[in-house]
């Protein structure tokens, strides 16, 4: 079946520092690739989004790229704020049902 | 705003009582999808509606757990009598088009229900 595999946190990190979370998938065929977050409070966002092969997705100085040759979608971002602690989930999409897989989640907390 | 809500936003309940959870989705939204978020988990598909038909429960946990959506805009996610292990987050989304084999739309999330079974 599908699955995605996320690192575990917490992950804590000075402002400005650089952030990666790593992100694996196992999926048959092509599926979309999705990072999500959830701040403290509040519920499920979409951050970004790649549906094929070598896409990068970016949104709020956020990156990720699709490499289906290592079947990855890690998440960077070059300098985060305070504002970025959040828990982060990656998540693929399979065409039939539209329902997404889900990985575990990765909290940030971002310290000034 | 016009997003997806649910309620209650909280709900205790004993071991044994049933509990109903409501999602109203976005106006129009075709598409309705229950998860399930364990504490410190990601969230687990339990079922998707297409308008009022169920087409796939297949992430129900047990027979306890029913959802429906009659009219095709407002569901209700019951469970029956409770079990500690059914306490989590309730997340319910919903997209405005049907999902085909080559598109994506994206899922709006509302903010949960948070269920205890004390």
């Known amino acids: 079946g599908n699955s995605v595999t996320q690192m575990e946190g917490p992950v804590t990190l000075s402002e400005e520092a650089f952030l990666t979370i790593n992100c694996t998938y196992t999926?048959?065929?092509?599926?979309?690739l999705f990072w999500y977050v959830q701040y403290p409070g509040e519920g499920l966002q979409l951050l970004l989004k790649?549906?094929?092969?070598?896409d990068k997705g970016s949104n709020k100085g956020f990156e990720a790229t699709y490499r289906k040759e290592t079947t990855s979608f890690h998440l960077e971002k070059g300098s985060v704020q305070v504002s970025d602690s959040a828990v982060y989930f990656c998540?693929?999409?399979?065409?039939?049902?539209?329902?997404?897989?889900f990985g575990g989640g990765t909290r940030v907390l971002v310290k000034p | 705003g016009a997003g997806v809500s649910q309620s209650p936003r909280y709900k205790v309940a004993k071991r044994g009582q049933d509990v109903a959870l409501r999602c109203d989705p976005i106006?129009?939204?075709?598409?309705l999808f229950w998860y399930q978020q364990a504490l410190g988990q990601g969230p687990e598909f339990l079922t998707y509606?297409?308008?009022?038909?169920?087409?796939?429960k297949s992430g129900l946990p047990s027979d306890r757990f029913f959802a429906e959506r009659p009219e095709g805009s407002v569901s209700t996610l019951k469970i029956q009598r409770t079990q500690q292990e059914d306490s989590a987050v309730y997340l319910c989304?919903?997209?405005?088009?049907?999902?085909?084999?080559?598109?994506?739309?994206?899922?709006?999330f509302g903010p949960g229900t948070r269920l205890t079974v004390l």
């Open positions: 790649a549906t094929k092969a070598d």
């Open positions: 509606f297409q308008n009022e038909a169920q087409l796939d």
């Open positions: 106006s129009g939204h075709v598409s």
């Open positions: 989304a919903s997209i405005g088009l049907a999902g085909t084999s080559r598109s994506y739309n994206e899922q709006f």
């Open positions: 998540a693929l999409l399979k065409a039939a049902g539209n329902k997404l897989t």
């Open positions: 999926a048959t065929g092509y599926p979309s």
